[in-house]
Nanobody, 120 residues
Framework: QVQLVESGGGLVQAGGSLRLSCAAS????????MGWYRQAPGKQRELVAR???????NYADSVKSRFTISRDNAKNTVYLQMNSLKPEDTAVYYC??????????????WGQGTQVTVSS
């Protein structure tokens, strides 16, 4: 069992910044990739940014040049620095991680989500 705990959400004005953190714990043998997804009311969950163990990243077009994903492999933690926030960034942000447990099984787990609200 792998647990993901997010923090850092909140209310911010348009143009402001927030930093999200997500720490993975539990029976982790390896983490392949960690990422952030978001879901706005009435919309499907979508990828925001993803980073592999080797540091490879990919971003949604809507956040490129504004958001930066980073990772501390020693702490099993992923971060999302969000700058120049827009009202359309308002959503619940979910952390995701996949890899192998200490028992060799594959996992793909989600955090509980953290609300990000951007006011205009």
């Amino acid at each position: 069992q792998v647990q993901l705990v997010e923090s850092g959400g909140g209310l911010v004005q348009a143009g402001g910044s927030l930093r999200l953190s997500c720490a993975a714990s539990g029976s982790i043998f390896s983490i392949n990739a960690m990422g952030w997804y978001r879901q706005a009311p009435g919309k499907q969950r979508e990828l925001v940014a993803r980073i592999t163990t080797g540091g490879g990243t990919n971003y949604a077009d809507s956040v490129k040049s504004r958001f930066t994903i980073s990772r501390d492999n020693a702490k099993n933690t992923v971060y999302l620095q969000m700058n120049s926030l827009k009202p359309e960034d308002t959503a619940v942000y979910y952390c995701n991680a996949d890899g192998r447990t200490a028992w060799g099984s594959v996992y793909n787990d989600w955090g509980q989500g953290t609300q990000v609200t951007v006011s205009s």
